[in-house]
């Protein structure tokens, strides 16, 4: 999978690169430019974020040695690619699930003219996300029977998928009533279950196998020794943390509403 890591890489030194540069020339070709190298990079970042899961969910080629080569696109049909019908429609909910919850979040912290064409983009995105997520749902069920079959017997899951069905229609009826924090957690809501519920059905498998379901990769034939994982644990705990922190910081410093006309930034 070196070529997809690398488009990977590039995408995101291309959104690092676009933030930085946009503001170097006061010149309006200059930052829509970038502007829309920046949304490019992202867009295509959330499509690459949905096909690597759906790669986890569909499984990939892992042999006896534990090794597995996967091309971009498959020329022949009975060969596994990367991007094929199902993760293309994985990464395809990716973007437009992501891209609702971006306009949910537009809605929530900005006024006037912006904020209502947020609000009307998130309703129509809304509808459009649960009608993909159905696609999704449908899909995996072909594709992967047996994660239902270990979700039904994980009762510990269950209230994910209720969360998933509820929080679009939370959201929905939240923008409909301005009260666009209660779309933005819904939103949340939504993404974080239907990550969660694919982890929890998957559990201890980390990667299936499509060749033999002795081939999986799983949480404890892939573990490191007890004293590498204290010691991941023990970087990991400051780490997340810091990171907690950060983000408090981020919001508590950017709370409210921005005014149309503010420049943050330049």
Request: proline share 4%.
């Amino acid at each position: 999978m070196y070529l997809t890591l690398f488009v990977v890489l590039w995408l995101l030194v291309f959104r690092g690169i676009a933030i930085e540069l946009r503001g170097q020339i006061p010149h309006p070709l200059w930052r829509d430019a970038w502007d829309g190298m920046f949304a490019f990079s992202s867009t295509a970042m959330a499509f690459v974020a949905g096909v690597a899961l759906g790669n986890v969910v569909r499984g990939v080629p892992i042999d006896e040695t534990g090794w597995f080569q996967l091309d971009l696109f498959a020329l022949r049909g009975e060969r596994v690619a990367a991007i094929d019908g199902y993760t293309g429609l994985a990464g395809l909910l990716s973007v437009v699930s992501l891209g609702t919850h971006g306009a949910t979040y537009l809605a929530w912290k900005t006024d006037g003219a912006l904020h209502d064409r947020a609000v009307a983009t998130a309703q129509r995105a809304w509808v459009i996300t649960i009608a993909l997520g159905l696609a999704a749902t449908v899909a995996t069920g072909l594709v992967r029977p047996a994660l239902f079959v270990a979700f039904s017997q994980r009762w510990w899951v269950w209230p994910l998928p209720a969360i998933a069905v509820s929080s679009p229609v939370v959201a929905l009826r939240a923008l409909a009533r301005g009260r666009e924090l209660r779309a933005f957690l819904a939103s949340s809501a939504f993404i974080a279950s239907l990550v969660l519920a694919t982890a929890g059905a998957l559990f201890p498998v980390l990667l299936p196998s499509t060749v033999d379901r002795a081939f999986d990769l799983d949480a404890h034939t892939a573990a490191s020794d007890q004293h590498g994982l204290a010691l991941g644990l023990a970087w990991w705990l400051p780490a997340m943390a810091l990171a907690v922190l950060y983000f408090v910081n981020l919001f508590r410093s950017m709370r409210g509403k921005v005014a149309a006309g503010e420049q943050h930034g330049n």
